[in-house]
């Protein structure tokens, strides 16, 4: 077999080992397609929005949907079709901002306090005081103490969500500080660092990566509350939140200004925890064995 013919093998067997995790996870697949296309339309925004959506236009305020204004108007006279584009740019970039800063935090602080007896006993003090606040009210409290800004709401829900990461790579550490590979490893006289980054990491990524999916819808529904009571994102900043905020007023008027964008927001939490839930059954050995 030459070159060519073995990378046709390999291509297929790769393509067949995709279809058959699809067809055991049909979640994985129905989860990343909408997600992909809400991505998308969120990235192509100037392309695929109609107009500007912080231009206003007091003589067209709280329209119904027509040709030229999709989903109508909002009480300002902006097109709501081009500003539910725009805001899904705002809270996807929050979402996976908050669940790559928490799982990255997460998983370094999670390994040392899991190899390190002395260090675990006053980091988990902490993160269980941490844990035992709210993470919406964590974050406004801590949102409370600064000015709204997209900094600021990431730092806030990244501090909110941190740990339900540490106790979650926690638990992994310690259990796998028992298996006889890492004794062998001790054994053998490993170092540590040479340990955690050969043995201990790759065991640690298939949970943190299952649960940074559902970090990142928490982190989009506490964005919008943020927005929604004023504490988040500023309002010339479209996002979901915030379009739902400006339409509370005038919602008996126009269900529109909520309606949309909550759609979209549920939409798109739905399709990451699809995701997840796909990726946790993927990688859990006991379900796969069932299926």
């Not at 989903?71 to 970039?93: A, E, I």
């Not at 939409?267 to 997840?276: A, D, I, K, M, Q």
Request: charged share 15%; glycine share 10%.
């Amino acid at each position: 077999m030459n070159l060519s013919d073995s990378a046709i093998v390999n291509s297929g067997a790769r393509y067949a080992g995709a279809l058959s995790l699809v067809r055991r996870h049909p979640t994985i697949f129905i989860g990343g397609i909408v997600l992909l296309a809400i991505a998308l339309m969120a990235a192509l925004a100037p392309h695929v929005g109609t107009v500007d959506p912080r231009a206003i236009d007091p003589a067209v305020r709280l329209r119904s949907a027509s040709s030229q204004h999709w989903m109508g108007t909002d009480m300002l006279g902006r097109d709501l079709y081009s500003r539910v584009v725009y805001g899904g740019r705002m809270s996807l970039v929050i979402g996976l901002g908050v669940a790559l800063l928490a799982a990255g935090s997460g998983l370094l602080i999670g390994v040392v306090t899991g190899f390190n007896r002395r260090i675990d006993a006053i980091v988990m003090r902490v993160m269980d005081g941490l844990m035992a606040i709210p993470s919406v009210l964590l974050a406004i409290a801590l949102m409370a103490l600064t000015r709204a800004s997209i900094e600021n709401v990431l730092f806030a829900i990244t501090i909110a969500e941190i740990p339900r990461v540490v106790r979650l790579v926690r638990g992994v550490v310690l259990t796998l500080r028992g298996q006889p590979f890492i004794e062998a490893a001790t054994a053998c006289g490993t170092r540590t660092l040479p340990m955690l980054w050969r043995h201990i990491l790759p065991n640690t990524i298939a949970p943190v990566l299952v649960q940074a999916t559902y970090i990142c819808a928490s982190a989009m529904l506490i964005e919008a509350t943020l927005s929604f009571i004023g504490a988040g994102i500023p309002p010339g900043t479209p996002s979901w939140g915030n379009i739902m905020a400006e339409g509370r007023t005038v919602f008996q008027l126009s269900p529109a200004t909520i309606l949309y964008p909550g759609m979209m927001l549920s939409l798109t939490v739905l399709s990451v925890n699809l995701l997840g839930d796909g990726l946790r059954d993927a990688f859990d050995p006991r379900l796969s064995r069932l299926m």
